[in-house]
């Protein structure tokens, strides 16, 4: 049971729940922008793409392989499109909608390796191998910000319906791949969810300890405020004290004298005092 515990938690937010909340902020604010950089990085590379197949001899329709290429890229493209624009007025809403960035995040990464194996199954129409598969995995690995059963999930679902649909998307030159992919995509999921996990666990540190820094530095200020409040004043009263006193007075004269004017100090002392 204990040991179900753990493995819970390590799949789980690793941390007291009572900081998941902050720490989730502190991650939107610090991976929003190179998220939307990412975003737009993509929707790049697929108008290159969708520009690179219409400019072939019979353009993008020419063949059915070419037409399905072309159709995924503009599929991906809009797509993305339509996540970043809505990724960017999350990021200029106030207040932050934090926990929508992260479901939209989590969307598109799913999206993101359903993408790849559409473009994996068509490449095996033509011979290819599952390199689209492989960088994309890792890719979402390194971006995500998911926890690790929800990578789990994602990218398990994704290597049970490549491995499914494979046999149906036959190698044209009649060589059985089936093994070989299998093995393949089986070592780049394990991969991928292992960085995922890695990641995720560094980056909910990091965003814990900066947290417990803070936290500690507004204690010790905290702290002493209220010792420079304690030595100068008086505990049974709440009245300034003598070293107040002389400090305010050696400040009065010094700034005076700095100043060239002319300053008179009045003491008067009361007797029988408590």
């Given at each position: 049971r204990i040991y179900m515990i753990e493995l819970k938690k390590y799949l789980d937010f690793p941390l007291e729940k009572s900081y998941e909340e902050p720490i989730q902020k502190r991650l939107f604010q610090?991976?929003?922008r190179s998220h939307i950089a990412f975003q737009g990085l993509i929707i790049s590379f697929q108008v290159i793409m969708m520009l690179s197949i219409s400019l072939r001899p019979g353009g993008p329709f020419l063949k059915p392989r070419r037409t399905a290429y072309f159709s995924m890229y503009v599929i991906l493209a809009v797509i993305t499109l339509a996540v970043m624009i809505i990724n960017m007025s999350l990021v200029k809403r106030q207040p932050l909608n934090h926990r929508f960035y992260f479901r939209i995040n989590y969307f598109?990464?799913?999206l993101l390796c359903l993408w790849s194996t559409a473009v994996t199954l068509n490449d095996q129409l033509g011979g290819n191998g599952l390199n689209v598969f492989t960088?994309?995995?890792?890719t979402v690995a390194v971006l995500t910000i998911s926890k690790p059963w929800h990578n789990i999930l994602i990218m398990g679902g994704n290597f049970l319906l490549l491995n499914y649909l494979l046999?149906?998307?036959?190698?044209p030159h009649g060589a059985d791949q089936t093994f070989n992919n299998l093995m393949n995509s089986l070592f780049t999921t394990i991969l991928a969810i292992a960085i995922s996990t890695i990641f995720y666990r560094n980056r909910i540190r990091k965003e814990y300890?900066?947290?417990?820094?803070?936290?500690q530095y507004n204690q010790i200020n905290?702290?002493?405020?209220?010792?420079?409040?304690?030595v100068l004043t008086d505990k049974l009263t709440g009245l300034f004290n003598r070293r107040y006193l002389e400090d305010t007075?050696?400040?009065?004269?010094?700034?005076?004298?700095e100043d060239h004017h002319n300053a008179a100090c009045m003491m008067i002392d009361i007797d029988f005092f408590k």
């Open positions: 610090n991976m929003k598109y990464m799913g960088y994309v995995m890792l046999p149906y998307f036959p190698d300890d900066q947290i417990i820094i803070t936290e905290d702290i002493n405020a209220q010792l420079h409040q304690e007075v050696k400040n009065f004269f010094r700034k005076n004298q």
